[in-house]
């Protein structure tokens, strides 16, 4: 087991820069997750760190050695597949079977190994089936165990849990969790999807048009996004253009206390949850708003307010026995006002 | 109401339709062959339909004939040959084709894929007289093979080709990810992943070689001939059935082929 860092990776195809200056680093057995849309060239830098993409400038180092002159059959890096690849004219024990065989491992030793790799994720009678006669999690989990079983240096996940139906992909969320902390290998995983890095992960890297835009732990980005797109992107609904004054911040005319360390007078964007705006009752509110939308999710209800801070209306949530209507006064403590950078 | 009842005498016209046409299909392509299947177990010296006595006398005149076991043997090898030959070929310019990226692609394509627009006439004409310039065209049996390799190995590229693009790449990356070197990787995953392509191909290329009169009859001579060019050379000369009694026999040996590759090497891991 290794650790991992990519150091100032740029990639570009001709014109096209699909990393730009990229900088992360993975301690030995921790879980890095790269979290981003589509097409943010997160994918890109797991296949330069597997070894399909030659880095066009920057290095890519496994314990802290640089490996970008390594083919990727020298790498030792268990790679699961977002399609899984497996291999469908082998055999559930063949596939997982196959690394060590290119290992010139002996047969007993392969056997052996491969059955612990299959109970180790909870497969521990598919050995003679095909791939094509297992489920989706089944595949899945085939696909671990053959990245697993042979014992890399780094295990790279990419979009490992986007094909699976929502129930089997929660359950498929703890069980990767548990092996990757069984097996204490170092792991980095791409997602798309922000509740996946933020449940899996102990570190964040998000990346947008080819940046790499803040890395930091799950609470460190849950609590302090430094942007506005990590701050849209993890799912703050209230995102804002303001003014930076000496004790906090002006949101289209109306100044709110906030606690920042930018200078005065810059401009910045101000944002806040939709479920930390107070209520402020009968008693004068910070700014007022007019109830224009309203949706029943269940737990919880969802309010557009048209209210003089921006044109389009802000969000806001309640409790699902609270129900609001007509003009209502809003309050903002100091503490839930996030200072983010315009992009 | 009227309608729907005018769509459904339409649905039906049409099935009964498609019906007729498949059944019409059928009579169309089998018909000659069931006829020549038939006369050939004919007692009489000509050949008639139906035949006044069914017997097997025709079968023992073809296997006295001294050109019929000589020649049968000729196109047996060659076939075997061309096949193994445009096999291999055809395996490395469909991997060509369908994952590299250079200039010269679309050309490759061209050449390769040109015999297969070409009349066969068209191209053994001209090999011959290029056999000829190069004073080569006493060389039957190596001329053949070579003749049949270029007519057979367009067959094997296209179904191999085909075979090898609907191949997820990532499974060769998941190979070379697992410790596999590119080499290894061409064994162990390509290769399998495009069998039914070269299993087809090579049928393809093996009945193309072993039935072929056109190019073949510019490349015979008396070191080499083949089975069809002889047959034909006896069709010129005679009107026995014969010839009948040879086709059925060459009708059961491809399809012996087709059954025995198709059971042994079979596509069933696929399925």
Redesign the interface.
Known sequence: MSSVEVRNLVKKYGDFTAVRDASFRAETGSLISILGPSGCGKTTTLRAI???ETATSGDILLDDKPVNDI?????????V?Q?Y?????MTVADNVG??LK??KMDRDQIARKTDDALNRVGLPDSHLK?PRQLSGGQRQRVALA?ALV?EPAVMLLDEPLSALDAKLRDEMRFELKRIQRQSGVTTLLVTHDQEEAFTLSDQIVVMNNAVVKQVGSPREIWDNPNCAFVADFIGIENILPAERTTNGVRIAGHDFAALSDAAPGSDIMAAFRSSDLELAGDEAGQFAGQVVGEAYTGNYNVYQVQTGLSEAPIILKTGKSQRLSGTINLKLAPDRIKILERD | MSSSRAENALLVAGKTLSVAMMVAGFLFLLGPIVIVVISSFTSASYLTFPPPEFSLRWYYEVFSLSWFSRSIVTSFVIAIIATAISAVLGILVARALARGTFRAKAIVEFVVLTPLLLPIVVLGFGLFNLLVTLALEGHNFVNLIGGHIMITVPFVVRSVWSAMAGT?I??E??????????F?TFR??VL??A?PGIISGGILAFTMSFNDVSLSIFLTGPRASTLPVEMMAHIEYSADPTPAAISTIMLAITLIIFAVTSRTVGLK??A
């Open positions: 597997a070894g399909f083919p990727p059959w020298r790498r030792n890096i268990g790679i597949f399609s690849a497996l291999f469908p004219f196959y690394g290119m290992r095909y053959r042979i | 997820d990532t499974l990356e998941a190979s070379l990810g697992l410790g596999a070197t590119p290894e162990n995953v399998p992943m069998r891991i696929f």
